[in-house]
């Protein structure tokens, strides 16, 4: 509870100053929250410059995280501050789930050595600068791992936790095979096997078919994901290395990657080795390794045939890697008693020294999330003099912009990306859309960061300037 406890307010302290950060897809979250909670409906913003709504069903994203933020909206709290809200809730509940049931099965000591690891590895921090889905993904994934181990005779309530997950990120399908794989490999007879793994389905097979059934009457058949085959792979591969190096090497190259890589690979085999045969203490491990694989099996699935832009950066294996501490930890551990005290000293040497690199540049983080802002928390978005004058006279026009997140989070407005076509069709018909809709084109440069430029649009286009700021300009029909 005490480490918990603190988890919470570091969550609480790193969304402070100038955070929280503000991701992309946090404008999404955000907007469904709000219209959820004062309209009773989740909407999302609609980007195509074509739509003559700015809203549409949200479809893109699982409904969880906007339906918990809208839950403490609802009780006075607006979007953000209930993102942050939430964000330090599921901290104290990770890390006091994690450290309670690690403690159970290896040691109060080795319960606190994990979390204190899950407290400062810089992805799980990250995750939680920002309003995000991640967080409360991790919490409910933990509750899940705990409920498989502790709860093993009660599928229902893993298989609920799981389909919990699986609406805060669809990524949580894996944790709903994971429950079901658990029960299948449990002992009994084949019958009380399949009763069981049915069990553990049937809440996320409802949760997830409500949604869908919702989603395709309300946003069409191919709202969520459009289904193919997309190939190149290794690019998502090498991403997930570096990931992987700089978890492994926190601020170090990815050299030193491969070799601590290595040994942690000869640790585990000689701790499998010596802790044979495998022991009831050691479920957690083993149900952690299996949520690992199925999750990471589903994430490279989903990038091979439902999105080519998953990443596999820290946002991504923030729970992958969650999971895998856990694991190693209770593989370790009851080995680590019996080795030699020369080999002891140099395993906890060696687990400090990582502490504290990951601390230090978790710290380096988080003093640039405070300071100076995540994403769209940047200082340099929040205190654009073009959001500025956008807020103050663009009542009455229509929007449209190649970034919409700025006058969304800034300006309190919602606006249309520009097109992507620069064929004479489109460029004719946008033409029409800039003058019926009494319209205004805000065109951001590069000085807050890396955006789609507009220029090659705007020569094509019978506009005139109305004002051009630091950061950007203003145009109109």
């Given at each position: 509870?005490?480490?918990?406890?603190?988890?919470?307010?570091g969550?609480?302290?790193?969304?402070?100053?100038?955070?929280?950060?503000?991701?992309?897809?946090?404008?999404?979250?955000?907007?469904?929250?709000?219209t959820?909670?004062?309209?009773?409906?989740?909407?999302?913003?609609?980007?195509?410059?074509?739509?003559?709504?700015?809203?549409?069903?949200?479809?893109?994203?699982?409904?969880?995280?906007p339906?918990?933020?809208a839950?403490?909206?609802r009780?006075?709290?607006?979007a953000?501050?209930g993102?942050?809200?939430?964000?330090a809730?599921?901290?104290?509940?990770?890390?006091?789930?994690?450290?309670?049931?690690?403690?159970?099965?290896?040691?109060?000591?080795?319960?606190?050595?994990?979390?204190?690891?899950?407290m400062?590895?810089?992805?799980?921090?990250?995750?939680?600068?920002?309003?995000?889905?991640?967080?409360?993904?991790?919490?409910l994934?933990?509750?899940?791992?705990?409920?498989?181990?502790?709860?093993?005779?009660?599928p229902?309530?893993?298989?609920?936790?799981?389909?919990?997950?699986?609406l805060?990120?669809?990524?949580g399908?894996?944790?709903?095979?994971?429950?079901?794989?658990?029960?299948?490999?449990?002992?009994?007879?084949?019958?009380?096997?399949?009763?069981?793994?049915?069990t553990?389905?049937?809440?996320?097979?409802?949760?997830?078919?409500?949604?869908?059934?919702?989603?395709?009457?309300?946003?069409?058949?191919?709202?969520?994901?459009?289904?193919?085959?997309?190939?190149?792979?290794?690019s998502?591969?090498?991403?997930?290395?570096r990931?992987?190096?700089?978890?492994?090497?926190?601020?170090?190259?990815?050299?030193?990657?491969?070799?601590?890589?290595?040994?942690?690979?000869?640790?585990?085999?000689?701790a499998?080795?010596?802790?044979?045969?495998?022991?009831?203490?050691?479920?957690?491990?083993?149900?952690?390794?299996?949520?690992?694989?199925?999750?990471?099996?589903?994430?490279?699935?989903?990038?091979?045939?439902?999105?080519?832009?998953?990443?596999l950066?820290?946002?991504?294996?923030?729970?992958?890697?969650?999971?895998?501490?856990?694991?190693?930890?209770?593989?370790?551990?009851?080995?680590?008693?019996?080795?030699?005290?020369?080999?002891?000293?140099?395993?906890?040497?060696?687990?400090?020294?990582?502490?504290?690199?990951?601390?230090r540049?978790s710290?380096?983080?988080?003093?640039?999330?405070v300071?100076?802002?995540?994403?769209?928390?940047?200082?340099?978005?929040?205190?654009?003099?073009?959001?500025?004058?956008v807020?103050?006279?663009?009542?009455?026009?229509?929007?449209?912009?190649?970034?919409?997140?700025?006058?969304?989070?800034?300006?309190?407005?919602?606006?249309?990306?520009?097109p992507?076509?620069?064929?004479?069709?489109?460029?004719?018909?946008?033409?029409?859309?800039?003058?019926?809709?009494?319209?205004?084109?805000?065109?951001?440069?590069?000085?807050?960061?890396?955006?789609?430029?507009?220029?090659?649009?705007?020569?094509?286009?019978?506009?005139?300037?109305?004002?051009?700021?630091?950061?950007?300009?203003?145009?109109?029909?």
């Open positions: 509870m005490a480490l918990g406890a603190l988890a919470f307010a969550a609480v302290g790193i969304t402070s100053g100038a955070g929280p950060g503000l991701d992309p897809d946090s404008m999404s979250y955000m907007h469904a929250a709000t959820l909670a004062h309209g009773g409906v989740l909407r999302d913003v609609q980007r195509d410059w074509a739509s003559v709504d700015s809203t549409m069903p949200l479809a893109h994203w699982p409904p969880g995280y339906v918990v933020i839950t403490v909206e009780i006075g709290f607006g953000k501050q993102a942050r809200v939430i964000g809730i599921s901290a104290f509940v990770t890390i006091a789930i994690i450290t309670w049931l690690v403690g159970g099965a290896a040691g109060v000591g080795t319960g606190i050595v994990v979390g204190l690891l899950v400062v590895t810089p992805a799980v921090v990250q995750v939680h600068e920002s309003v995000l889905s991640e967080p409360l993904f991790i919490a994934l933990v509750l899940t791992l705990a409920a498989m181990v502790r709860a093993p005779n009660r229902f309530v893993s298989g609920l936790l799981a389909g919990l997950a699986s805060v990120r669809y990524a399908v894996s944790l709903v095979g994971g429950v079901v794989l658990w029960q299948l490999a449990r002992a009994g007879t084949l019958r009380e096997r399949l009763l069981r793994a049915i553990a389905a049937l809440p996320a097979i409802v949760l997830q078919g409500v949604w869908v059934l919702r989603t395709v009457h309300s946003a069409g058949p191919s709202a969520i994901r459009h289904i193919s085959l997309y190939g190149e792979i290794t998502t591969l090498r991403e997930g290395w990931t992987t190096s700089a978890w492994l090497v926190p601020g170090m190259g990815e050299l030193w990657g491969i070799f601590v890589a290595a040994g942690v690979a000869v640790l585990l085999v000689v499998i080795w010596e802790s044979r045969p495998l022991r009831m203490r050691q479920a957690p491990a083993m149900a952690a390794l299996l949520l690992a694989a199925c999750y990471l099996g589903l994430v490279l699935a989903s990038r091979l045939i439902a999105d080519p832009g998953i990443p950066d820290d946002r991504m294996m923030a729970p992958l890697l969650v999971l895998l501490e856990v694991a190693i930890v209770l593989i370790v551990a009851p080995a680590w008693r019996r080795w030699p005290i020369q080999a002891r000293v140099l395993v906890a040497a060696l687990v400090t020294l990582w502490w504290g690199a990951a601390l540049v710290a380096n983080s988080v003093r640039y999330a300071q100076t802002g995540n994403d769209f928390a940047e200082d340099c978005w929040r205190d654009s003099p073009l959001v500025a004058w807020r103050a006279n663009g009542g009455g026009h229509a929007l449209f912009t190649n970034v919409p997140e700025a006058l969304y989070f800034h300006a309190g407005r919602l606006a249309h990306e520009l992507d076509e620069r064929d004479a069709r489109t460029i004719n018909a946008f033409t029409d859309t800039l003058a019926r809709r009494n319209a205004l084109i805000v065109a951001f440069d590069e000085t807050c960061g890396v955006v789609n430029k507009a220029d090659s649009l705007l020569v094509r286009l019978p506009v005139r300037e109305v004002v051009t700021m630091s950061t950007g300009r203003a145009l109109a029909p």
